[in-house]
């Protein structure tokens, strides 16, 4: 008798699954899956059926909500890739449901569309490096003992990623109201959220680089690195005689080798014939930076300057408030002192006039009795001082410390770039770094200043208010030598000198306008063109400020924050430009190969093993229903020597199911393929075939050649597994995850997806297996 699968886990969802868009995590018992009738909303669910987070995204202006059109987890089970029907892939995190990154694919206007995302990890590090490591920590341990060994031999490497922020309080969360539009809009607001993005990298993550490939159906193919890197994108080489675009339906790496196999076809449904197309990344391996520190430190100072941006519309958003109601108020007493006969024309001089000599002008008199009032005092009062203070919190717990990171940050570019000067493939230079740097200290510097002018205004504020109330309470108060006396002794404490300080700076214009108010396109584009030939920002902006302060003629959008976030943002892009295109100049399409079973292909899978130094070996599966008795599998050698793969020989082996139909396969680790048939008796049946086994016997053929030639491999020697239960459950589609201990260990697995498409069970084999 057959044995038994073991239940791991059952899940059902609360509706029907669409085709293709259920993927369970590799490293921990979740699944992904969008609802039916469009995939508007992903859920991701742990057993037994509980939604742990929901994935949506709100109705464009004039538009529909974007649908989910492709699922992928990343290696680490910490992200979810999702691919949206606007051409953006934006990455989940596990705590929330807002995006942490968005990766623009392909323009929402047009018809392109997400085919494919791939996502796999590869390790720098080579196995000639461990095994050196290895023996120089054996000779250590010898000598300094077992601990102090581990340390002396990580010690270069700890200190390449030491991490100086961790030392720095935490970056606060901005506050819960919107100030901005787009995707960070509402992503830096949660604490949880803030965490997960500025996350201090692992040691078991100091070896490893990320990579997600992204295919369209256009044909292109998008590369980018830890996380949202971008590198670029790649057309795909024209395959076989047809005119579609071929498409990416498979990915697979070794962690150990840079080259990567992509498979590609013509239509993801059952095409008539695949491609094996060997991308070569030998900047993996070759740069002469650590591509992981590098990595890390360019994404983390793309967050830190989404994160000033959005800091800077609710500085934006509070200076607006804090003179938005005072407008109001002050509006409509100038049109009372405009119809004056005699006496000022304005509210500046006419309350001037009051503070030095006690007289009140009648439309200041009315405008104070029955305009303003105590209510409306009470709201002048709560807009500004919420108002300053609101933007004080920004500046002190929000810009400031965001920029003292993007420091540290470019502190340990520039020493990189130093180090490696006289080298080109880097991809940035000394200059571009200062370049940044330069525009952050400047920014440093509009902070202090805007903290400064804050608490000035916030104090001069106090008298001003404190007055205003005055005046309002004495317009109100009976002629009671009582009430006389006390408004008198309150008069007597007021600072009369800020108070005509407050009406003369702050009333009617504030100081803070030439910070955060609206830059004319003229002047911007003036500044924006000077700031190209200065050789120091921080010189010019200094002077500047000096010459607007003595009332000489200056150039203003300098010392605005906008302009200097998107002075940041343009320079801080070029240098990320630059070195994607040292890194896509050494991207390498290799020769496809082409493969086919004589029949339309319903089901494939795709692995790639290490077996040398310079060779990888990659195993195809193929399967069609026409001939559900037969899997083919191809053997295609590669010989890598410099991260540059060619081409070796092409073998393949059918499998004879016999009376089994088959209904799915997948490959579990590196030699492991995962059959899912049907029986004679329509039981699911699982088999497990060794592609690393001395019986498959693989021939040699032609690149092209049918592959599922009469006879083959009998299955009748692999193991055979029944599922357990009395009741029937009828699977039709099938994943595999090997063991994973990220939080607390998991057994190799496979996953089950039921034909109601509500039922996902997850079975481990048993221990002899």
């Known amino acids: 008798m057959a044995p038994q699968l073991s239940l791991f886990s059952e899940t059902e969802f609360a509706s029907r699954a669409p085709e293709g868009l259920v993927v369970g995590c590799p490293t921990l018992d979740l699944s992904a899956a969008c609802e039916s009738g469009g995939g508007k909303s992903v859920f991701i669910y742990r057993p037994p059926g509980q939604v742990v987070s929901k994935i949506h995204q709100h109705q464009q202006p004039g538009g529909k909500a974007p649908e989910a059109l492709v699922v992928t987890w990343k290696a680490d089970g910490q992200f979810l890739a999702v691919g949206w029907s606007d051409g953006v892939v934006r990455l989940m995190g596990l705590e929330n449901n807002k995006a942490a990154h968005h990766i623009e694919i392909c323009p929402q206007s047009s018809d392109v569309r997400i085919a494919h995302i791939g996502w796999v990890v590869n390790n720098i590090t080579s196995r000639s490096s461990s095994a050196f490591s290895g ?279 520039r020493g990189l770039a ?39 205004e916030l104090e001069h504020f106090a008298s001003f208010s404190t007055w205003l109330r005055f005046q309002i309470d004495r317009l109100h108060s009976s002629s009671s030598s009582e009430d006389r006396n006390e408004l008198t002794e309150k008069e007597a404490t007021m600072d009369t000198g800020k108070i005509l300080t407050y009406i003369e700076r702050y009333l009617t214009d504030s100081p803070l306008r030439v910070f955060f108010d609206e830059i004319i396109k003229e002047d911007h584009a003036e500044a924006w063109q000077h700031t190209e030939d200065v050789p120091r920002l921080l010189d010019l902006l200094d002077t500047q400020l000096r010459r607007y302060e ?71 599966a193929l399967g069609s229903k026409e001939a559900s008795n037969q899997v083919s599998i191809f053997r295609i050698g590669l010989e890598i020597i410099n991260g540059i793969s060619s081409n070796r020989s092409v073998a393949v082996c059918p499998i004879n199911l016999g009376g089994d139909r088959l209904i799915d396969l997948k490959f579990l680790g590196d030699s492991t393929l995962v059959l899912l048939c049907s029986g004679t008796d329509n039981t699911p049946v699982v088999i497990r075939v060794s592609v690393k086994s001395d019986t498959l016997g693989f021939n040699a053929c032609d690149e092209g050649s049918y592959g599922g030639t009469d006879g083959g491999v009998s299955c009748d020697g692999f193991t055979k597994y029944r599922l357990p239960g009395e009741k029937q459950f009828r699977p039709v589609r099938l994943e595999a995850h090997d063991k994973a201990d990220v939080r607390g260990e998991i057994p190799a697995r496979i996953c089950l997806l039921g034909s109601n498409r509500t039922v996902w069970q997850t079975f481990t084999f048993p221990t002899s297996a």
Not at 189 to 212: A, C, H, S, W
Not at 422 to 449: K, N, P, W, Y
Not at 601 to 619: I, L, P
Request: hydrophobic content about 40%; proline content about 6%.
């Open 135 to 413: 023996r120089l920590k054996d000779g250590a341990s010898e000598i300094l003992g077992s601990q102090d060994a581990s340390a002396a031999t990580d010690l270069p490497r700890e200190l390449t990623f030491l991490e100086i922020e961790t030392a720095l309080p935490k970056i606060s969360p901005l506050p819960g109201s919107s100030a901005g539009s787009g995707e960070d809009a509402v992503v830096f607001t949660l604490r949880t959220g803030i965490d997960f993005l500025f996350q201090t990298p692992k040691p078991e993550e100091y070896d490893q680089v990320n990579v997600m490939v992204v295919g369209t159906t256009d044909g292109k193919l998008h590369l980018s690195i830890y996380d949202s890197f971008i590198i670029g994108s790649f057309p795909c080489p024209p395959l076989g005689s047809g005119s579609a675009f071929p498409q990416l339906v498979r990915l697979a790496s070794n962690p150990q080798t840079s080259t990567h196999a992509l498979l590609l076809a013509e239509k993801t449904k059952q095409p008539d014939e695949l491609y094996l197309l060997p991308m070569d990344l030998p900047f993996i391996s070759s740069v002469p930076i650590n591509l992981p520190l590098l990595a890390s430190k360019l994404t983390t100072l793309q967050k830190l300057l989404r994160y000033l941006r959005q800091t800077q519309f609710h500085m934006q958003l509070e200076w607006r408030n804090t003179r938005e109601l005072p407008s109001r108020f002050l509006r409509s007493v100038e049109a009372g002192l405009e119809e004056l006969e005699n006496g000022p024309r304005g509210v500046v001089p006419a309350l001037y006039h009051t503070v030095v000599t006690g007289h009140v002008y009648e439309p200041v008199r009315e405008w104070l009795v029955d305009s303003l009032a105590e209510r409306g005092h009470k709201r002048w009062d709560k807009a500004v001082v919420s108002g300053l203070e609101n933007l004080r919190s920004l500046v002190h717990q929000n810009f400031l410390p965001a920029l003292e990171r993007c420091t540290i940050i470019l502190s340990r570019l």
């Open 418 to 456: 130093q180090f490696h000067d006289a080298r080109e493939d880097i991809g940035f230079s000394v200059t571009q770094i200062s370049r940044v740097m330069d525009v952050v200290d400047c920014m440093t510097l509009l902070g202090h200043r805007i903290l400064l002018v804050v608490m000035d």
């Open 550 to 620: 003595t009332g000489e003629k200056a150039m203003k959008a300098v010392f605005h924050v906008e302009f200097l976030v998107d002075l940041a943002h343009f320079w801080s892009g070029r240098i990320l430009d630059d070195i994607a295109e040292a890194k896509k100049r050494s991207v390498r399409l290799g020769k496809p190969v082409k493969l086919t079973v004589g029949a339309k292909v319903d089901c494939y899978d795709v692995r790639m093993c290490e077996e040398g130094a310079t060779e990888a070996t990659v195993y195809i």
